[in-house]
Every structure is written in structure tokens, then in C-alpha cells.
T-cell receptor, first 114, second 110 residues
């Protein structure tokens, strides 16, 4: 059971380039999330998904798009990267709709935009 | 709107000293509160949640609705407790929206 995995682990982009971050989970979880972690700002929710084929905006969605074509995968896209998107990105998943449920996190992707 | 406040970015304590990581929240309903921990070079993971009323690695946290607080406590700090600690709140609303605090770095001095 790998849990939540993220690809890639590190990436350096130039301003204006695009890329996709892949999150995969093998726990059959319904809910998946993308966060960014910045010093002094903690974790902020970018987008989330409550099930296959559905996505919704979180707290800081601008500049990002997501897709959930398969239940186990949640993709985060940057169409035109900006230096302000330099951050560590975490994917998470949880099983149920209950607010008491635990979120399981991936190892993170460190993205630098020059 | 739901909000989580962790007033200390860094907390340094000596090994064997008591630890209290502060967390205050703002939410109009009945929240679910969590503490997550991130050890160096490891992923973020759940430490404990108030609904379980459990003690994990010697840590406890009590939900005080009057003071809207969920402070994390441990009577005797260990070096391996050094990590980033995040307080989180889930307010329900039909989906599991979780709001995280900015985190407190706990440094246990040998």
C-alpha cells in the first residue's frame, strides 16, 4: 500500500512554462486535495475533489487547474507558471464525507519558478 | 468563515520541559479539531484529533469551546518531538473543508 504518491518530487520551471503535477492514491478515497505550503502561511487549499469527475475551487485557485478523470488520480496543472507559484505542493486524500476523517498526505513536490 | 490561529511560529524548549503549542480557532458551528505533525523530511501526518480523546506519543489536546482553543500539550519534551505542528479545523458543510494554521516549529534543545 503506497498511500499517496506525488510526481515529480522536484521541478524547476521558467516563467511562462507549463507543467502538471500528478497525485495518485491507492486507498480508494473519494476526496482528494491540493495544497500549497509557503513559509509563514501554512497550508492553503488550492482545489479539491469530492469524487471522480468533480472538482472545486479552494482558497487560492488562481493560476491552477485540476482534473479528476480517475478516482485514484488528481492532477494539478499550471498553464503559465509565475514566480509567485514557487512553493511546496502537497496532495492529500480522505475516505469519507465526514468532517472527522483523517487526511493522508503525499510527500510533496518542491516547485521553483525562475 | 473558519480560521485557525497559531500565535507562535517557533517554540524552543529544553528536553524534559513541558510543551504547550497554542491553537485558537474561529468557527460558528461545532468544529472538528486536529493536530498534524511534519517531521524533518517526512510527510505531514495526523497526530491526534479531539473527537478521539486520545494521547499520541505523550501528546494530548483538549477542546475548550469557551476559549475556542485546542492547545497541544506534553508534560516532558523529547528530542524526537522536534517538528512542525499544524492545528487544523474541519467545519463540515457537506464536504470536508479543512483549514490549517500557519504552523509552529517545535525545537527541543538537548
Amino acid at each position: 500500500n503506497a498511500g499517496v504518491t506525488q510526481t515529480p518530487k522536484f521541478r524547476v520551471l521558467k516563467t511562462g512554462q507549463s507543467m502538471t503535477l500528478l497525485c495518485a492514491q491507492d486507498m480508494n478515497h473519494e476526496y482528494m486535495y491540493w495544497y500549497r505550503q509557503d513559509p509563514g502561511m501554512g497550508l492553503r487549499l488550492i482545489h479539491y475533489s469530492v469524487g471522480e469527475g468533480t472538482t472545486a475551487k479552494g482558497e487560492v485557485p488562481d493560476g491552477y487547474n485540476v482534473s479528476r478523470l480517475k478516482k485514484q488520480n488528481f492532477l494539478l496543472g499550471l498553464e503559465s507558471a509565475a514566480p509567485s507559484q514557487t512553493s511546496v505542493y502537497f496532495c492529500a486524500s480522505s475516505y469519507s464525507v465526514g468532517s472527522t476523517d483523517t487526511q493522508y498526505f503525499g510527500p510533496g513536490t518542491r516547485l521553483t519558478v525562475l | 468563515a473558519q480560521r485557525v490561529t497559531q500565535p507562535e511560529k517557533l517554540l524552543s524548549v529544553f528536553k524534559g520541559a513541558p510543551v504547550e503549542l497554542k491553537c485558537n480557532y474561529s468557527y460558528s458551528g461545532s468544529p472538528e479539531l486536529f493536530w498534524y505533525v511534519q517531521y524533518s523530511r517526512q510527510r505531514l501526518q495526523l497526530l491526534l484529533r479531539h473527537i478521539s480523546r486520545e494521547s499520541i506519543k505523550g501528546f494530548t489536546a483538549d477542546l475548550n469551546k469557551g476559549e475556542t482553543s485546542f492547545h497541544l500539550k506534553k508534560p516532558f519534551a523529547q528530542e524526537e518531538d522536534s517538528a512542525m505542528y499544524y492545528c487544523a479545523l474541519s467545519g463540515g458543510g457537506g464536504y470536508q473543508k479543512v483549514t490549517f494554521g500557519i504552523g509552529t516549529k517545535l525545537q527541543v534543545i538537548p
